[in-house]
C-alpha cells in the first residue's frame, strides 16, 4: 500500500513539473510574441514618424524650389519644434535663408511701408544665418559669412534699421576665409559700387566671382545692376565686357536689362562722347558691333522701326572713328545728317556735333 501511494506521489510530482514547464513555456511564448508585438508597433510608429518627417522636408525643398521662402521656413520650423537638432531641417532652413536672402523683395500695398514689411522677414534671415555660421565649417561657413554681410546690407537699404559696415565687415572676413568664395565676392563687388567704393576694386571682385563658374545667374544679376547703379568712369566699359562675355557664352539676358544697358552705354542722350567712346572702346570694335545688335534685339518688337535703324548707323559711324578710319567715320555722319535734317532731336544734335568734331580735325 505505501509502495503504491509512493508511486503515485512520483507520478504527481512528475505531473506537476510537466504542468509547471508547460506553463512556464507558454508564458514565455506569450512574452515572446508580447515583445514581438511590441516591437512591431514601435517599428510601425518610427517607420510612420520617418514617413512623416520626410515628407515634411520634401514639402520644405519644394517650398524653396518655388520661392516660398516664409512656408519653408514654416515647415522646417515645424520639424525643429519637435526635434531642435534635427539635421535636415537645419541644413534645409539655412538654404532656404540663403536663397531668401539672394532673391529678397517685398510688395508694398497702399498706405504700408517697405521698411515695416521687411523687417520681421528678415529678422527670421539673420537670425538662421547668424545660427548656422556657428555650426559650419570652411567653404559653406563662407557661404553663410557672405549673405550674413548681405542680410545687414538689405537691413540697412531696404528695412532702414542698420548703420555702419556690418555688411562689409562680413563679405571681408568671408574673403579671408574663402578668397575665391563667389557670393563674397560678387556681394563685396555690388556693395561697393552701390556705394561709392573703388571702381577698380569691385570690378576684380565681380569678375572674380564670375571666374568661379558658380551661381552664375546671381552673380551676373549683381554685376550688371551695381555697373548700372554707379554713374562713374569705368561702369560702362564693365557693363558692355558682361554683355559681350554673355553674349559669347550663351547667357540669358532679359529684354528689361538689354534695354537699360543700352540706353546706359550707347544711348544718344548721354551725357558726353567720351562716355560712349568708353563704351565702344570697352572689346575689339567686332565684338563691341556684335554685342551692340544683340542688345539691340530688345527693341525686335517695338512700333518705330526706323529710329532704331538711324541709331544703329550712328554706332557704326562711331565705331569708324575709334577704329581710326576718320574718313569712312565722317562720310557716314554726313550721311546721317541728310537724313535727319528734318528730324530735330538728340540723335540729330549727336551726329552734328560728331560731323562739326571730325570735320575740325581735318581742317
Known sequence: MEEQESKAETRSGKTWAFINTWVGRTTAIIGLIASLAGGVTW????????????????????????GDYPGAFQTYGAILKADPLDRSALDGQLNAAMLWDENFS???????SAEDLAAPSLDQILTTLEAGLVRTRGERAADVQAHLGWAHWLNQHIAARESGSAAEQNFRAALASDPKNVYANAMLGNWMLQNGGDIAEASSHLDTAVSTGKARPFVRELQIGGY???????????????ANDMRRNGEPLDSDSRRRILDFCCGVVIPSHAELVESLSAVPPADSWQTYIWLDEARAGDADTETPALERSFIQANLLEISGQAQQSLAQYRSLQGQLAQRPGSLKDAVDASVARLSHRAG
Open 106 to 112: 517685398v510688395s508694398v500695398p497702399e498706405g504700408q
Open 228 to 242: 548700372l547703379s554707379d554713374d562713374v568712369r569705368g561702369a560702362r566699359a564693365g557693363l558692355i565686357k558682361a
Open 43 to 66: 517599428w510601425a510608429a518610427h517607420y510612420r514618424r520617418h514617413a512623416e518627417l520626410q515628407s515634411q522636408l520634401d514639402l520644405g525643398r519644394t517650398q524653396v524650389a518655388h
